[in-house]
């Protein structure tokens, strides 16, 4: 594949082909919606791929894309990636699941043990989304008490409890966050065992979970919160965090979904954090489904299942299937340091090139993010936080536009304009990106300006 597409329509309608928009017809008559995703939605309608190779995505249109969301940033080495497609190849003739373990899945544990040495055991399961729940359920049976605690606006999966708080908006703010159910009939009950704390506040924080510790259970926390602004947790935040769970007995769950790509040892070596739980999915899976919960043996037995029923039952039928434990394995062992290393520099230097061509061009716009990973923001004030990233109206229509007019230079991010480096990008590529999307913005804001 070669250099991005740039169509000459503006029309909505003309960004994505007649193919697409005939399989889009298709799917609305058999998945409410049109898609089995509500993440990668955006109207009128996303493309649909065909199929990817390195930074690149064709679509059933033959459209070439470059790909800056990477599948919400799981694939950190791009699509198609040689080590993993012959490391699949290996072993699909052998059987896609079985109702027995696999030397795999032990193997994929042993590398995420031997860059993280804290994670001394693992659990395997499917998705981001599975690490949390049973994470959550463990401190549980840990601590022996029902109550959690996650941050306001922060996104931890399709789990009623870390649920709680993910759409806080200004109509429901108070001078603490608010413990706001997010799906329509969850029960009561959930939001009173969810204490919502204020990102990056140390002092709040601290009052807070000194309130409520007796009920405790856990703190549930995501250094590099996208859904929060993707702001980088600040030293003095994280050390009152990792204070109060000493202190008190409480355990410190980090979710490393995403942040996991940010250093070898993972973000808890980055952040100077000692965390009881690691959460972990996306880059462990090598572009396949996974999820994993990990953590000092200590705090693992309660998993134990060999001594009959364990404290915390865990299972899945496709948990540690041996397509995503080859796959991961042969990714991991190619994020090596100096790949994530060269990875980071370019997102420094990306978001370096964005925020001084933004100014340049005086557009109301800024980037944040950390490593590899970036997101736009259709504002000029200081972001920290949740509420200080939260955007107005006319922002987030901004932001819809600059997506749309990005995707239509050829280059996808995600919804919220947020996106992930993958190592086949080159330096080269980081410039064009950075011109795409300060042209999309530009040219947003001279149709429509935003602020």
Request: charged share 20%; proline share 7%.
């Amino acid at each position: 594949m070669h250099g991005p597409l740039r169509p000459s329509a503006r029309d909505k309608e003309e960004i994505v082909g007649p193919r697409s928009r005939a399989e889009f017809v298709r799917a609305k008559a058999i998945t409410p919606g049109g898609s089995m995703r509500s993440a990668p939605y955006f109207p009128p309608q996303p493309p649909y791929a065909m199929r990817g190779e390195g930074c690149w995505v064709a679509d059933v249109d033959g459209r070439k894309i470059f790909d800056c969301a990477n599948n919400f940033f799981s694939l950190v080495h791009g699509h198609a990636f040689p080590p993993v497609i012959r490391a699949l190849h290996d072993v699909i003739d052998s059987g896609t699941a079985f109702g027995l373990p696999t030397t795999l899945e032990t193997e994929l544990a042993e590398t995420i043990r031997a860059r993280s040495p804290r994670l001394e055991q693992l659990r395997f399961v499917n998705s981001g989304t599975e690490a949390v729940m049973f994470a959550v359920k463990a401190a549980r049976a840990i601590a022996g008490r029902p109550m959690i605690a996650k941050f306001e606006g922060a996104f931890h999966g399709a789990y009623d409890y870390v649920e709680v708080g993910l759409d806080s908006n200004p109509q429901n703010w108070g001078a603490d966050p608010q413990s706001i159910l997010y799906a329509r009939g969850a029960p009561s009950s959930v939001a009173a065992d969810v204490l919502v704390l204020p990102y990056n506040n140390a002092a709040d924080c601290r009052r807070l979970i000194e309130e409520h510790h007796a009920r405790l259970a856990a703190i549930l926390f995501d250094p590099l919160a996208s859904r929060v602004g993707m702001i980088p947790a600040e030293p003095e935040f994280c050390e009152v965090l990792q204070d109060c769970c000493r202190k008190y007995g409480i355990l410190l769950i980090l979710d490393e979904v995403v942040s996991y790509r940010l250093a070898f040892q993972g973000a808890h070596g980055l952040f100077g954090l000692e965390p009881d739980l690691v959460c972990l999915a996306k880059i462990i899976g090598g572009g396949l489904p996974v999820g994993a919960v990990a953590g000092p043996a200590r705090h693992m037995a309660i998993f134990d299942h060999t001594k009959g029923k364990p404290p915390v039952s865990h299972g899945g039928t496709f948990s540690a299937n041996p397509l995503s434990m080859s796959a991961g394995c042969a990714a991991l062992r190619a994020y090596d340091q100096e790949a994530i290393a060269r990875l980071n520099r370019m997102g420094d230097t990306m978001r370096a090139l964005l925020s001084e061509e933004f100014k340049k061009e005086k557009l109301p716009t800024q980037v944040t993010g950390m490593g590899s990973l970036f997101r736009v923001h259709t504002k000029t004030s200081p972001i920290g936080d949740y509420r200080s990233s939260f955007s107005s109206p006319s922002q987030k229509q901004a932001i819809e536009r600059i997506h749309l007019a990005a995707l239509e230079r050829g280059y996808l991010l995600t919804p919220n304009c947020s996106g992930a480096l993958s190592t086949p990008m080159s330096d080269s590529d980081i410039r064009d990106m950075t011109t795409a999307i300060v042209e999309a913005a530009k040219d947003v804001n001279q149709q429509s300006p935003w602020e």
